[in-house]
């Protein structure tokens, strides 16, 4: 399963019911494969049915889902059938939507960490997902939609992982390791991009709101050896 949390994939019921492949399916089979979607979402490529770079095979895929076997294989069929689910030149299922989304929030990491430098953002292939020939421009809306979030990503990670003076006297004020606060932050960032995508808040809002989550994970981000021992830590 992934390695990189993401807490949701989109979904906006609008283009469920638009969606012409999706509604030719019967209820049962929209409903194995929403199941399928959330099983792509939490493998390690996310938007695959994939483990360790090979195709998930389908009895492992039946038991994720709760599904019986012989009713998974007529549904996958059908999926594949109607193109509503793809599969890779290494056999491996997918939904381009989803690769889509998922590469355009790697591109947007990148391009944090990296300045915020906008040209990486129409940079494909480049973010250390083996997307191929699984990006598309005219991707179908099969339970996903595109990244519409109004989170400032760029200017959030300028002022903090990308800010030495920020990081130096962040991890003065609370003890953490520099290298953990970087860590933590990141994840924070690729999680608000989810978190927020409705919602507008300026960067300053954003900084403090990340750094109170830092202070409450704080006991989870200081090494052991580096914890001063307290009345609760004693027997």
């Known amino acids: 399963m992934s390695a990189t949390s993401l807490p949701a994939f989109f979904f906006y019921p609008s283009d469920w019911m638009t969606d012409l492949k999706v509604q030719s399916l019967d209820f049962e089979q929209q409903g194995i494969w929403f199941a399928i979607l959330c099983v792509m979402h939490e493998c390690d490529e996310r938007g695959t049915l994939s483990e360790s770079n090979q195709p998930m095979s389908r009895k492992t895929l039946a038991k994720l889902i709760g599904c019986d076997l012989r009713k998974l294989n ?76 109004t989170v400032c990503v760029q200017d959030l990670y300028q002022k903090s992982v990308n800010d030495e003076e920020w990081l130096f006297k962040t991890s003065s004020a609370h003890g953490i390791p520099t290298h953990a606060i970087q860590t933590f932050c990141n994840e924070w960032i690729t999680n608000a991009e989810l978190r927020f995508m409705l919602e507008e808040y300026p960067v300053n809002k954003l900084l403090s709101m990340m750094l109170e989550d830092l202070v409450k994970e704080k006991p989870k981000l200081i090494p052991k050896e580096n914890k001063v021992p307290t009345e609760a830590d004693s027997w």
Request: proline residues 1%; hydrophobic residues 30%; aromatic residues 2%.
């Open 74 to 149: 007529r549904t996958m069929d059908e999926l594949l059938a109607k193109k509503v689910a793809y599969t890779d030149e290494n056999g491996i299922v997918y939904n381009k939507r989803m690769v889509k989304d998922h590469a355009i929030i790697l591109a947007r990491r990148e391009a944090g960490r990296k300045g915020g430098n906008p040209n990486l953002l129409n940079q494909k292939n480049k973010t250390g997902l083996n997307t191929g020939k699984r990006l598309s421009s005219t991707d179908s809306n099969s339970g996903t939609n595109t990244i519409t979030t």
